[in-house]
């Protein structure tokens, strides 16, 4: 989804943060044990795990799940096999549906996928028939109150960001899938901790949400699937008015 719309998204999800923390602790084990797996456990050199680290620290995750989840990469405890898996789909009304998932069992994952889908009046769609109208790109999204615009351009940019975004009250950085790391850093350096920070699939056209009772069936969707514990992440292409979804 857009940034504007993805931040009221955020914003209202945010009094359901202490209640789904324990999904948050086991999406970013699964991803601090699959990066310590492909670059191992030293986060000096390894950007991908620096980035999970500061990640899980922001998030409060407790000093040994971090570290049982990294072991479990390296290989110095055992784990499961997780595999990394794309799906997409249709909400009603045609907005499409991205759904980032990281399983031990794909026939699980895709069968409560495609359950909440139908359930919503939704269908999963072909894999590659929604990637034409995404793009891979990294986002951060930062309340308006953490930093100044002017402060964040230099930081941002400096770091290798493409743009930073004023949406009034929060701003919005975009940087390729390469630089994100270093945007990340260079962010934590500086103190200031993005209300949402992820390598996102952000749509190259919105479909715009006007009715409420389809509003708010779209986001009940989202949540479903984003509730999942298979799901690392969901991704729209809605443009909702904020009076909708506050």
Request: aromatic share 4%; glycine share 8%; proline share 3%.
């Amino acid at each position: 989804m857009s940034g504007h719309s993805k931040w009221a998204t955020t914003r209202r999800h945010k009094a359901a943060v202490d209640a789904k923390r324990g999904k948050i602790f086991s999406v970013l084990a699964k991803e601090l044990t699959l990066a310590a797996r492909a670059g191992g456990g030293d986060a000096a050199s390894n950007a991908k795990l620096r980035t999970l680290l500061a990640k899980a620290r922001t998030a409060n995750m407790p000093a040994d799940n971090i570290e049982r989840a990294v072991k479990k990469g390296t290989g110095e405890l055992p784990g499961v096999s997780y595999e990394e898996i794309v799906y997409e789909g249709y909400a009603p009304g045609g907005v499409g549906i991205i759904i980032e998932v990281t399983t031990d069992n794909k026939n699980r994952a895709v069968g409560e996928i495609r359950a909440a889908f139908t359930k919503a009046g939704g269908s999963l769609a072909t894999p590659g028939a929604l990637a034409f109208n995404f793009q891979r790109k990294g986002q951060f999204l930062i309340s308006a109150e953490s930093t100044t615009e002017d402060a964040l351009m230099e930081i941002a940019l400096e770091a290798g960001a493409d743009d930073v975004l004023n949406h009034g009250d929060h701003f919005e950085i975009l940087c390729g899938v390469h630089p994100y790391d270093a945007v990340a850093k260079a962010l934590e350096d500086k103190g200031i901790k993005p209300d949402s920070s992820e390598i996102a699939y952000l749509p190259n056209t919105t479909v715009t949400v006007t009715d409420a009772t389809a509003a708010k069936g779209i986001l009940r969707l989202i949540e479903t699937l984003d509730s999942l514990d298979d799901v690392k992440a969901v991704h729209a292409n809605h443009e909702i008015a904020d009076n909708l979804v506050l």
